[in-house]
């Protein structure tokens, strides 16, 4: 099987969850169920958690409780534990456990490495057509609202001049396994 990846993704793997998170994947997944404000959906297949989040914050916000519980965000080789992908890029650093792809249809879903994709996971009530309508934006599409501060580790740091925030995003390539 495969999960979805739509806007920005956090995916963690079961395994780690089931070691590291107390009382495992189970109790992450009540856990998240009860806080979502701030991420769109929670699908999972046999091997993997994906968490898809409105922004890049708040997907740095909701890695913090798994880095909190020991998981590893990344070695000098990318992504350990849990991996960050953007719906357009995939994985936001190199993940050699993670395989990625875009649908030619416009969605991305990932895969543990060395399985078969197989059946989609997606949320409840998901659709392509529904998938189509999202209309996601980037701070480099629009020029002279933003700086790059810094280009680093495949992630490029911008200043946004309209609220003063700080935005992490994907360079514009992919990492596939």
């Known amino acids: 099987m495969s999960v979805l990846v739509e806007a920005?993704?956090?995916?963690?793997?079961?395994?780690?969850?089931?070691?590291?998170?107390?009382?495992?994947?189970?109790?992450?997944?009540?856990r998240s169920d009860r806080r979502s404000a701030e991420h769109r959906y929670i699908c999972m297949d046999d091997h993997l958690v994906c968490l898809?989040?409105?922004?890049?914050?708040?997907?740095?916000?909701g890695i913090v409780p798994l880095i909190r519980e020991g998981m590893t965000e990344t070695d000098d080789d990318g992504f350990v534990?849990?991996?960050?992908?953007?719906?357009?890029?995939?994985?936001?650093?190199?993940?050699?456990?993670?395989a990625w792809s875009r649908d030619p249809s416009g969605y991305g879903c990932a895969w543990l490495a060395g399985e078969l994709p197989g059946e989609l996971s997606a949320p409840e009530g998901w659709t392509v057509?529904?998938?189509?309508?999202?209309k996601r934006t980037d701070i480099r599409d629009f020029p002279n609202r933003a700086l790059k501060l810094a280009d680093e580790n495949d992630v490029e740091l911008w200043l946004d001049f309209h609220t003063g925030r700080?935005?992490?995003?994907?360079k514009r390539q992919s990492f596939n396994s």
């Open 8 to 30: 920005v993704c956090v995916i963690i793997q079961r395994k780690r969850l089931d070691q590291t998170f107390p009382g495992g994947t189970d109790a992450f997944l009540a």
């Open 52 to 61: 898809s989040y409105f922004s890049p914050d708040a997907a740095d916000r």
């Open 81 to 98: 534990d849990f991996a960050v992908l953007d719906q357009r890029y995939g994985p936001t650093l190199p993940c050699g456990w993670l």
């Open 129 to 134: 057509a529904s998938s189509l309508r999202l």
């Open 166 to 170: 700080i935005t992490r995003v994907a």
